[in-house]
């Protein structure tokens, strides 16, 4: 149905940004990147998770995805 949205599945809320995205983490020219990495990096050791995933997108189409994963 045009203009009508529908779920398409069940995500667990307290697993997709569990601090927000760039925009609330702010958009440091440059440095997007890295400041994702760092804070999915230190809410890993919060929460003591074994996996986590950033995914980041750039002008032109361009996309990028990093896992990291804990010893």
Do not use: K, W, Y
Request: aromatic share 2%.
């Amino acid at each position: 149905e045009l203009g009508r949205s529908e779920p398409v599945g069940c995500i667990d809320p307290e697993r997709t940004n569990l601090r927000g995205g760039s925009i609330a983490l702010g958009h440091p020219f440059g440095a997007t990147g890295a400041r994702c990495v760092t804070t999915l990096a230190n809410e890993m050791a919060r929460r003591s998770a074994q996996l986590g995933l950033v995914s980041v997108c750039a002008a032109g189409g361009v996309g990028a995805a990093i896992v990291l994963e804990r010893p």
